[in-house]
């Protein structure tokens, strides 16, 4: 190979004939391509040998084991792998509904301890609705007391006998895995067990259940109504518009004003309906890069809950998707509010229950006065004597008088 190589670089490096020069040129190349096939074909096994298996005549290749013992590559081998691999899968799933079981009664015991602290937030926060929280989750904590016992007491009956055979099969089948054996009848035995474990876990599953769901009926309206206050108290924390006396949240939630192209925040009182568009104000800039800068909130709708005329779910937007549509009594101009379609549902649910009444009978519980049912009045202007006929919403504290332009209180 060297001697073919420096005649190689021999007729490039010095004046010889130009036959002669392209003779060892073309011998030089065509052996040194021949050289480097054959070393190739030397490494890589003959087309042969590659098409050689198990069904197609010739001796099987061997493979090393995990253990280093010789395995030949056989269908009888692979079908048995695979049979290993799906049963360890299948532990896994037993597994995990085991613990889902545990993990769903440990979920209740945290949910339960921290109720009182959680409606005690609400309260300090003036949010005033749900007054039947307390009752509730007093009466959930005490069918709690009565049924953990013994939910807890069948789970550590049968969970550790579980856990303890499904860890002696794992030990089998990895000893299987390294084992050289072909014996299928082992882990049909193998597989016998773990029905056995996957029928149990579903039992304790099925018993844990039943025993839960009448539970489950007293704790989730609990949560549900949790959820949405806090998130409701979570966003006006932060509001910028001030609290008049006697008025407490509804509902609170992130909305884009589609017709403004604005996120902001709607807000049903039991008194108001407000809006609050949000603008992102720049607090420091380093080489004209934005580094530090926080979002204000500045309320652009606020009405009496009673000059809404109707809140109605519906789509937006191609993109957008569902929203809701807001119209007034006073204005020709309709609200419309990109929020998500749960986010819809909740909205125009508490908009009816704010109209039908049925807000005031809940507050009225923690706000006697609010029980009284208000009659209607004549209202005068304490100025020119004149009547003010028109309607008064619910919500509205003032209004103004047609002929001098005073400012006349309704209640």
């Known amino acids: ?26 011998f030089s190349r065509s052996f040194i391509q021949n050289f480097f096939l054959t070393s190739m074909l030397m490494v890589q096994p003959s087309w ?61 015991d945290d949910v339960i301890a921290k109720l009182p602290t959680r409606i005690a937030s609400l309260r300090q926060m003036n949010y005033l609705l749900h007054s039947d929280l307390e009752e509730n989750q007093l009466q959930a904590a005490n069918s709690w007391a009565s049924l953990s016992p013994l939910v807890k ?26 084992s050289s054996s072909f014996d299928l009848g082992g882990l049909s035995r193998l597989e016998v067990r773990i029905n056995s474990q996957r029928a149990l876990v579903n039992d304790l599953s099925g018993r844990i259940q039943s025993q839960l769901t009448p539970f489950d009926s007293i704790l989730t309206p609990i949560e549900q109504s949790l959820v949405s206050a806090e998130s409701t108290v979570k966003l006006i924390s ?38 609050e568009s949000e603008k992102e104000v720049v607090l420091k800039k380093t080489l004209f890069i934005v580094t530090e800068k926080k979002i204000e909130r500045q309320t652009s709708i606020d009405k009496p809950i009673g000059s809404v005329k109707n809140i109605t779910k519906g789509s937006v937007g191609l993109l957008a998707g ?21 986010q819809a549902d909740e909205l125009t649910k508490y908009y009816g229950l704010i109209t039908s009444g049925q807000i005031d009978v809940d507050l009225g519980k923690v706000m006697p006065k609010l029980q009284k049912p208000t009659e209607k009045k004549l209202i005068t202007c304490p100025k020119c004597g004149a009547p003010y006929t028109d309607e008064v919403y619910r919500g509205q504290l003032t209004v103004q008088c047609k002929y001098c332009g005073t400012r006349i209180t309704t209640q």
Not at 1 to 26: E, G, Q, R
Not at 61 to 81: A, C, K, L, Y
Not at 324 to 342: M, N, R, S
Request: aromatic letters at 6%; glycine letters at 6%.
């Open 153 to 178: 007491s069948e789970i550590s009956n049968t969970a550790p006998t579980i856990r303890s055979e499904i860890s002696f099969l794992e030990r089998e089948i990895n000893n299987s895995r390294m």
């Open 48 to 108: 042969q040998d590659r098409r050689r298996g198990p069904h197609r005549g010739g001796p099987p290749r061997e493979f090393p084991t995990m253990g280093g013992v010789p395995r030949q590559d056989t269908s009888s081998e692979n079908i048995r792998q695979q049979k290993l691999f799906s049963m360890i899968n299948e532990l896994n799933m037993i597994k995990m509904q085991l613990n889902s079981v545990e993990s769903r009664v440990n979920r209740i």
């Open 1 to 26: 190979m060297n001697i073919i190589f420096k005649l190689y670089v021999h007729a490039y490096s010095f004046n010889m004939h130009p036959s002669a020069s392209m003779k060892i040129k073309t």
């Open 322 to 342: 569902a929203g809701i549509y807001v119209t007034f009594k006073d204005d020709d101009k309709q609200l419309k509010l990109d929020v998500t379609g749960e």
């Open 238 to 275: 932060s509001a910028s518009f001030k609290w008049k006396e006697g008025e407490t949240p509804v509902i609170s939630v992130p909305a884009k004003d589609m017709n403004e192209n604005v996120e902001g925040v709607l807000t049903l009182t039991n008194q108001r309906i407000l809006y």
